[in-house]
């Protein structure tokens, strides 16, 4: 049997917020739910965090979107039913759902901890499809969502939820690659990039005792990084600033998805030094190859973590009391939020207030 909420009604059809063309507004739309089966945990969204993957999908930037497309992928909300074979969660817990939903649970990778690496692809949390290869999965932009339980995650409630729900992409994607490289105390680290990905490197990396460098294009983002944990600013337009820092660091976190030199911050890594890249720049980047060789430097990249790894992060995150700066707004701002966020005009994240779509 299924543990129902007193009303017993059915989630099968919910409100959400869609693109229907790479060109148009997103603008109300309802989908259908799967009704939960004995693994599935039914989620109330209560905040979705707007991720700039969002933006990129929504106008098909990425030449993949399957209209109507429903983003988010910053989930935070409370347990509405659970399938009878459920062990961890009951009704009211608070859980969160990130990047993917499902995975094939069976190549090394799922069974090491790493769905995010799935070899037979994970199934994304929207614009994807599910394990069946035909069910489109739609996103956090929603009232509620149907998730297994294995990809559901605990959220602590000593922390604001609102500002929980973008560590499920943007905490994780900082976090993993410092924990898999083994960044700690006094190592020198810097981070590229002030924005949603950039100002969680610097809590994060700051908290597990690194010294932590932002280097940014923009003299003015020097007070929020002192703010948000950096020891250090430099400005990357600055020439001699830069030579100076030469041979500097243990690690540089580059979370840019713009065009730029990857040649110019290698240059600033020790001998050892790893250049960990988050961002996805939209064409190929020359890496010369003297960079790497005179140094024994490594150019490496990271996705977000597992499941695992998410909930360590979460669990971590609410002891040291770490969470997104972010700014709230209601679904019917979501196009605004998005020509702000390419703008920079956001300081550090958009979140989704989900009561704004059951209102409207």
């Not at 990778?109 to 999965?137: H, P, R, V, W």
């Not at 600013?233 to 979370?255: P, Q």
């Not at 790497?292 to 002891?319: N, P």
Request: charged share 20%.
């Amino acid at each position: 049997m299924l543990y129902l909420l007193k009303h017993k009604k059915s989630m099968s059809t919910v409100n959400a917020y869609a693109a229907q063309s790479a060109d148009t507004p997103l603008a109300p739309f309802q989908l259908n739910r799967r009704e939960p089966g004995p693994q599935d945990v039914e989620i109330e969204i209560l905040y979705c965090g707007v991720c700039h993957s969002d933006i990129h999908t929504a106008r098909n930037e990425w030449g993949a979107t399957m209209y109507p497309s429903v983003p988010g992928h910053e989930i935070v909300g409370k347990v509405t039913r659970v399938g009878n074979e459920v062990g961890k969660y009951k009704i009211g817990d608070t859980v969160g759902v990130g990047c993917f939903v499902d995975s094939c649970r069976e190549c090394n990778n799922c069974k090491t901890d790493n769905e995010q690496y799935c070899e037979n692809g994970n199934s994304q949390t929207y614009n994807a499809l599910g394990q069946d290869k035909k069910t489109i999965t739609y996103g956090g932009y929603s009232t509620h969502i149907v998730v297994t339980e294995h990809f559901v995650l605990s959220i602590p409630e000593n922390l604001p939820l609102e500002k929980v729900a973008p560590l499920l992409c943007a905490g994780i994607t900082t976090y993993s690659p410092i924990k898999h490289w083994g960044v700690k105390a006094g190592d020198k680290l810097a981070v590229v990039g002030l924005g949603g990905l950039g100002h969680m490197a610097v809590k994060i990396a700051a908290s597990m005792g690194a010294e932590v460098t932002m280097l940014s294009r923009s003299p003015a983002k020097e007070k929020d990084a002192t703010r948000l944990g950096a020891h250090h600013f430099a400005l990357t337009t600055n020439d001699e600033s830069m030579a100076n820092m030469a041979n500097s660091f243990n690690f540089i976190i580059d979370t840019v998805s713009a065009t730029h030199d990857y040649n110019e911050y290698l240059a600033l890594l020790k001998t050892d030094g790893v250049m960990i890249l988050l961002g996805a720049p939209p064409k190929p980047s020359e890496v010369q190859a003297v960079q790497l060789i005179f140094g024994r430097r490594s150019l490496v990249g990271s996705l977000v973590g597992g499941i695992k790894e998410t909930q360590e992060m979460l669990d971590y995150c609410a002891e040291h009391n770490i969470t997104s700066d972010v700014e709230v707004i209601n679904i019917d701002q979501i196009n605004e939020a998005y020509e702000r966020t390419l703008s920079g005009d956001v300081h550090y994240r958009f979140v989704i207030d989900m009561a704004s779509l059951k209102n409207s």
